[in-house]
């Protein structure tokens, strides 16, 4: 079974700090992805990586950036946390077969909810 | 842009009914289609998904999903809830060559009464 896996299941920060949201998959996935979930709204895609060290922008890029330096870990950094920040965050994997691979599975981890104060 | 638009907010039904929930995206290519479930407290997990082929598609759990092109819509059924069907559902699209970026509808938040 794939397992993707986020660092935090709760996490509370304060206006302006710098938060770091990790996710680690273990099936060698070349593709990852951040997404935000919000009610109404369903999921948008902040970020997302088809291999070490690449990244594009998502539909939601503003405000954030990511880090792919392992093919396992793709981590969502808020520079300086805001409260319309607050959200759930999903990272998400698939097999990919370069860019464009448009028929996979994505496996979602657990998400991380975030509160800032 | 494309956009995926899920029907209905919230949907409440007792056991034993019949379930429809609409879907339908704005994108005049080739796409995949998908419906994920979150289950209380749950991962987002995949339901079913269609490619190619047959346009009925079955899925776990009883459920499954209808592609009619010509009116872009993906609708997704089961004859007979049970309580543990609660759960939030999205329908998804990745448009052809794109990325394989999925475009996530707003989702049904569907509540079954024992």
């Known amino acids: 079974d794939v397992k993707v896996t986020q660092s935090s299941r709760y996490l509370v920060k304060r206006t302006g700090e710098k938060v770091f949201l990790e996710c680690v998959q273990d099936?060698?996935?070349?593709?990852m992805f951040w997404y935000r979930q919000d009610p109404g709204l369903g999921l948008r895609l902040i970020y997302f990586s088809y291999d070490v060290k690449m990244k594009e922008k998502g539909d939601i890029p503003e405000g954030y950036s990511v880090s792919r330096e392992k093919k396992e870990r793709f981590s969502l950094i808020l520079e300086s946390a805001s409260t319309n920040q607050t959200s759930m965050y999903l990272c998400?994997?698939?097999?990919?077969?370069?860019?464009?691979?448009?028929?996979?599975?994505?496996?979602f981890g657990p998400g991380t909810r975030l509160l800032v104060l | 842009a494309q956009s995926v638009s899920q029907h209905n907010h919230h949907v409440i039904l007792s056991e034993a009914a019949s379930l429809e929930l609409g879907c339908n995206y704005s994108y005049g290519g080739t796409v995949n289609l998908f419906w994920y479930v979150q289950y209380p407290g749950q991962h987002l997990q995949l339901l079913l998904k269609y490619f190619s082929g047959d346009p009925l598609v079955k899925g776990i759990k009883g459920f499954e999903a209808e592609f009619i092109k010509s009116k872009f819509s993906f609708n997704l059924r089961k004859p007979s809830v049970q309580w543990s069907d609660t759960a939030e559902y999205f329908c998804?699209?990745?448009?052809?060559?794109?990325?394989?970026?999925?475009?996530f509808g707003q989702g049904t938040e569907l509540s079954v009464k024992p």
């Open positions: 998400a994997s698939s097999l990919g077969q370069g860019r464009g691979a448009s028929g996979e599975t994505q496996y």
């Open positions: 099936m060698d996935h070349e593709n």
């Open positions: 998804a699209v990745i448009p052809y060559n794109q990325g394989g970026k999925l475009i």
